[in-house]
């Protein structure tokens, strides 16, 4: 297979191996390869040389435009005499290589995906395979590569089909075998008009950067018009590589979903071995300034517990940031927070000080997980509290936040990043210690006395 318009370190990043048998594999070192198949087309008769200005092929498209006739070639140089090739040859004329385009007929092709597709030739005209500098085009390029590498298939978007019919005339001219084609459908954005910049990042490059794994983006670019008959949506690469037939691939344009990438990312994060996934998460939280050098454990446990909730890699630093810190009295004055607050909190907040004060907690969450159940199902049953009017105040008075990842499971991992020495001093952390003198300065009175009010307020019915 061969990916046109692909950067070799973006292409390296998406899994295929480097080398192979049919090197170099840069257009820019095979140039002495493109000259010596010019050469011989020019030997064939099938290309010739054309000594004409820019200023002439400008006045050629121009008189076709007021013509209305298609812009082609209409130069002299196709059937121009050796005596005045030679003239301009010894002038140093520049020149460049043209392809001889049969004036009459059509051709044809069978795509794989839109069956057959026909071109009558006389819409085409003559056109440039080397520059007058020695470069080859991009046409002559691809199909000298292809064929001396011995491509079977050439798999690439529909806006590529007028660039086939140059390169079935180049590859029917050199007698070599024409590949199968197969062009699929461009990738639309939720709109429905060509993906671009304005609807976000366009490069494979840009997905690498924002933590996208190669092996997400296969999966993902793979379902774009494509499926395996099944509700299946998560395949690894080798899955593709098995199950993949063109048959199956749709001609309609499919629409990019953004959302759906970063959810299949999510996928294939928390489908990596777990020690791949614990070390991508700890390297960036200890690059992150996070996290320290420790054999605690910490990253082990905070990875286990953030996971479902990290679709990219970068989330993984504001997933523990978040988790490290506490927004209490943020969080207190939410709208979202008053139904929790009126549920008589301060009551809930007092018997947890307590506990706290008195070494029970504390000593519960040092048990770990197993020290928390005991300790919560004995401290609900204190209050006459259970289900959600216990876990959704300990929750807000503990991590100072109305959602998040499983509360005991955080609970125990904040009392522990207070004790390992894992977390770094500029992380932003607020232990347990500060957590309880922040909470002991809460004035419930008073927030329960300004929730009240704006309640009031947004009862009273707006004047006409």
């Keep these: 297979m061969m990916v046109h318009d692909t950067g070799a370190h973006t292409?390296?990043?998406?899994?295929?191996?480097?080398?192979?048998?049919?090197?170099?594999?840069?257009?820019?070192?095979?140039?002495?390869?493109?000259?010596?198949y010019a050469e011989k087309l020019m030997e064939s008769g099938a290309v010739y040389r054309c000594f004409c200005s820019n200023e002439e092929?400008?006045?050629?498209?121009?008189?076709?435009?007021?013509?209305?006739l298609p812009p082609v070639y209409m130069g002299k140089w196709a059937t121009a005499s050796d005596a005045e090739i030679q003239h301009e040859l010894e002038k140093g004329t520049p020149y460049t290589y043209r392809f001889r385009v049969p004036k009459e007929g059509s051709l044809k092709i069978n795509d794989l995906i839109r069956g057959e597709v026909s071109w009558n030739?006389?819409?085409?005209?003559d056109f440039v395979i080397m520059r007058s500098n020695g470069q080859p085009v991009y046409n002559f390029c691809v199909t000298v590569d292809d064929a001396t590498m011995h491509i079977s298939h050439v798999i690439r978007a529909e806006e590529h089909l007028p660039n086939t019919l140059?390169?079935?005339?180049?590859?029917?001219?050199?007698?070599?075998?024409m590949p199968s084609f197969a062009h699929v459908s461009l990738i639309l954005a939720p709109d429905r008009s060509k993906l671009s910049k304005r609807h976000g990042a366009t490069s494979v490059g840009q997905y690498k950067e924002m933590g996208y794994l190669p092996q997400a983006m296969v999966n993902y670019l793979a379902l774009l018009g494509w499926g395996d008959g099944t509700e299946n949506e998560f395949f690894t690469t080798d899955d593709l590589v098995?199950?993949?037939t063109i048959n199956r691939v749709n001609k309609s344009g499919a629409v990019f979903d953004a959302v759906k990438l970063k959810w299949m990312n999510g996928q294939h994060l928390r489908a990596l071995p777990s020690d791949v996934l614990i070390k991508s998460?700890?390297?960036?939280?200890?690059?992150?300034?996070i996290l320290q050098d420790s054999e605690s454990g910490f990253a082990k446990e905070a990875a286990e517990l953030l996971k479902d909730g990290i679709d990219l890699i970068t989330d993984a630093d504001a997933a523990?940031?978040?988790?490290?810190?506490?927004p209490l009295h943020a969080t207190l004055s939410s709208d979202e927070a008053e139904p929790v607050v009126q549920d008589k909190l301060s009551e809930v907040a007092s018997a947890l000080i307590s506990a706290y004060d008195s070494g029970e907690l504390y000593e519960a969450l040092a048990e770990g997980r197993d020290?928390?159940?005991?300790?919560?199902?004995?401290f609900g049953k204190s209050l006459k509290r259970k289900g959600k009017s216990l876990f959704m105040p300990l929750r807000v008075l503990l991590t100072g936040k109305l959602h998040g990842p499983d509360m005991g499971g955080s609970v125990v991992l904040i009392h522990k990043a207070g004790t390992c020495g894992a977390v770094a001093q500029q992380s932003g952390f607020v232990n347990l210690d500060e957590r309880f003198r922040t909470l002991k300065e809460v004035d419930w009175e008073s927030l329960l006395k300004v929730q009240e009010e704006s309640s009031a307020e947004s009862a009273v019915p707006a004047s006409p």
């Design 371 to 378: 020290g928390w159940q005991k300790w919560v199902k004995n």
């Design 320 to 326: 523990l940031s978040n988790l490290l810190s506490y």
């Design 121 to 125: 030739l006389d819409t085409l005209g």
């Design 242 to 244: 098995e199950k993949f």
């Design 281 to 289: 998460f700890e390297d960036r939280w200890k690059d992150a300034g």
């Design 11 to 36: 292409f390296t990043w998406l899994g295929p191996d480097v080398g192979g048998e049919f090197g170099p594999y840069r257009q820019s070192e095979r140039n002495s390869l493109y000259k010596q």
């Design 166 to 177: 140059r390169q079935a005339l180049i590859y029917k001219a050199l007698g070599f075998p």
């Design 57 to 68: 092929l400008e006045q050629m498209k121009e008189t076709a435009k007021q013509m209305q």
